[in-house]
């Protein structure tokens, strides 16, 4: 089966990636199948409804192996993507013909007029792709489903991710996932959700359920250290289309959308500069600020503006105002002192560790580092790993032989191999310290 | 895990000892951050409120007066409500409040759990 294309270019417009820089045969096949396959699921399953999954990505798949068969023998067509779409609209048509079943459950409840052919019916036209896409986001975003199975279903549906992907961003196996999507969809027939935007009193609060996932999508991307550095801006990229998809259709263009489009713009701003050649991770005070996108900065600047309409403040204005001081490169202690306060502000509505290691740093960076220790010790994360490197970074200059300890159990308790190579360099700062008698 | 209640008690009355509105923006980023020091270890359940200095005191016979300190010169100034293990954790973190550094000071109560 085909694996999507992970070759995805960082590309500021957000849009697909410009012909130019996919000219090669060889890599347009996997490219197309990461744009176009979601495109194909997301229209054929809401065509025939969600009890047909398995055919709409059995016809999605078939198309793609016929691509590659007639390409590999006869070239490229000269209008690829029109092409599988009419390979999907006719293998949609052939199928429904065929399958009895599926004609006696389908067709009879789909299709009304029976004289109707059902290839006129299959619309991917771009603004019922669009349409299909947005609809998709709410339907998977159903309270009935746990997190962790919106999330795999957004990267398998919406993302066009193989499940070998979504296994490796899950720390787990492509059983375990394959598992998960399957009873995601039964729990999806058998609640018979329906592919469709809620009503306009309900669409704020299942606003709020969608972007839960998409921020947990982006966040995926951007924290989590177990997958290769292009995946991650794949994860994050797929976050921000689909906020846009939110930001573009007035009804579900909330200030909250465009406040966590903006925190992901200010984030990503910094992809380039936060990873170096080797894939290891490059810690924010050591970053080169040149490397930092002005493009991606402005665009956030423009949606947190946009975000700052009405009276509503929702978590996400207040982590994109403090995705906003990180851009900024000047390390003053207004900045910090800004900071400081917005995380005071994030925790007063929600508690997370992160958040509570995050504004202890802050804090650091305001009052000083003994300060700071004290306040870190009374948080009791100690089974966290990073409590342990933020205590190892308060400690070193100061009490070498504490941040040594700490940075040691931060070792066994961080999980994969990228946080402890970042340890390692940790250490190494406490060393160099210590040897210059510090 | 407890709740419990703190009441912040300032004087708001007497003369020449009320602080500056200087002194008073300063001091809401120090509440922010005492505050924040809570929420960072999980154990603000509320944020609470300030309340403001005007108010009236209703008694029985429908009398009325005016403010809610006529007779004592403490008044409540603000509470939130905060969790902890016990009444000695409550009263420590009550120590760093920011209104014992102008004279007030910190009721600190156990919340009864509602019975269901």
């Known amino acids: 089966?085909?694996?999507?294309?992970?070759?995805?270019?960082?590309?500021?417009?957000?849009?697909e990636p410009s012909s130019d820089l996919i000219m090669q045969e060889k890599e347009l096949l996997p490219h197309l199948f990461r744009t176009e396959y979601r495109k194909i699921i997301s229209v054929l399953v809401r065509h025939f409804g969600f009890e047909q999954f398995a055919f709409a990505e059995d016809i999605a798949s078939d198309t793609f192996l016929i691509a590659a068969e007639t390409w590999g023998l006869k070239g490229l067509p000269e209008n690829p993507?029109?092409?599988?779409y009419t390979v999907a609209k006719n293998k949609a048509r052939d199928l429904v013909k065929r399958n009895a079943i599926f004609q006696h459950k389908v067709r009879v409840a789909v299709i009304s007029d029976e004289k109707s052919d059902p290839e006129t019916d299959i619309d991917l036209s771009e603004e019922n792709i669009k349409d299909s896409q947005l609809q998709m986001m709410f339907a998977i975003a159903d309270p009935i489903l746990s997190m962790e199975s919106q999330i795999a279903l957004i990267l398998r549906i919406l993302c066009g991710f193989g499940i070998e992907e979504i296994a490796d961003a899950f720390l787990t196996n492509k059983e375990t996932i394959h598992?998960?999507?399957?009873?995601?969809?039964?729990?999806?027939?058998?609640?018979?959700?329906?592919?469709?935007?809620?009503?306009?009193?309900?669409?704020?609060?299942?606003?709020d359920a969608v972007l839960t996932s998409l921020y947990l999508l982006f966040n995926e991307g951007y924290y989590s250290s177990n997958h290769d550095s292009v995946l991650r801006k794949d994860?994050?990229?797929?976050?921000?289309?689909?906020?846009?998809?939110?930001?573009?259709?007035?009804?579900?263009?909330?200030?909250?959308?465009?406040?966590?489009?903006?925190?992901?713009?200010?984030h990503s701003s910094r992809f380039d500069a936060r990873v170096d050649d080797k894939g290891e991770i490059i810690r924010y005070e050591e970053q080169n600020v040149e490397l930092w996108n002005e493009e991606l900065i402005l665009k956030g600047h423009y949606y947190l503006n946009k975000a700052s309409r009405g009276k509503e403040l929702s978590s996400y204005h207040i982590e994109a105002a403090i995705g906003y001081w990180h851009t900024i490169k000047d390390d003053s202690t207004e900045k910090w002192d800004n900071i400081l306060q917005l995380y005071n502000q994030l925790l007063f509505i929600r508690y997370s560790p992160v958040t509570a290691l995050n504004r202890t740093y802050a804090l650091s960076k305001v009052k000083g580092k003994t300060v700071a220790i004290e306040e870190a010790e009374k948080l009791g994360l100690t089974n966290n790993h990073l409590y342990h490197v933020l205590l190892g970074y308060l400690f070193t200059g100061s009490e070498n032989t504490k941040a040594v300890r700490h940075l040691k159990t931060a070792l066994k308790l961080a999980k994969t191999d990228r946080e402890r190579n970042l340890i390692r360099?940790?250490?190494?700062?406490?060393?160099?310290?210590?040897?210059?008698?510090? | 895990m407890n709740e419990f209640l703190l009441i912040?008690?300032?004087?708001?009355?007497?003369?020449?000892?009320?602080?500056?509105?200087?002194?008073?923006?300063?001091?809401?980023?120090e509440w922010q951050n005492w505050m924040g020091s809570i929420a960072a270890r999980n154990k603000l359940a509320n944020s609470g409120n300030r309340l403001s200095d005007e108010g009236k005191v209703v008694k029985p016979g429908a009398i009325v007066t005016n403010g809610p300190y006529v007779e004592i010169k403490e008044?409540?100034?603000?509470?939130?409500?905060?969790?902890a293990e016990s009444m000695d954790e409550a009263a420590e973190i009550s120590k760093g409040c920011p209104i014992l550094t102008i004279g007030g000071n910190v009721e600190v109560r156990t919340i009864v759990p509602m019975e269901l």
Not at chain 1, 425 to 438: A, I
């Open chain 1, 1 to 15: 089966m085909w694996k999507s294309g992970l070759s995805f270019q960082w590309n500021f417009n957000l849009g």
């Open chain 1, 81 to 84: 993507v029109g092409w599988l």
């Open chain 1, 179 to 207: 598992k998960r999507l399957t009873r995601a969809k039964e729990k999806i027939r058998s609640a018979q959700i329906k592919i469709i935007l809620p009503s306009s009193g309900e669409i704020n609060q299942r606003v």
């Open chain 1, 235 to 266: 994860f994050c990229l797929e976050a921000m289309r689909l906020t846009l998809l939110l930001i573009e259709n007035e009804k579900t263009n909330k200030p909250s959308v465009d406040a966590l489009f903006a925190l992901m713009c200010f």
């Open chain 1, 425 to 438: 360099k940790d250490l190494k700062k406490v060393w160099e310290y210590g040897s210059m008698g510090v």
């Open chain 2, 8 to 29: 912040f008690r300032r004087d708001f009355k007497t003369n020449g000892i009320q602080p500056s509105p200087e002194q008073l923006q300063n001091m809401m980023k």
């Open chain 2, 75 to 83: 008044a409540i100034g603000g509470y939130i409500i905060i969790k």
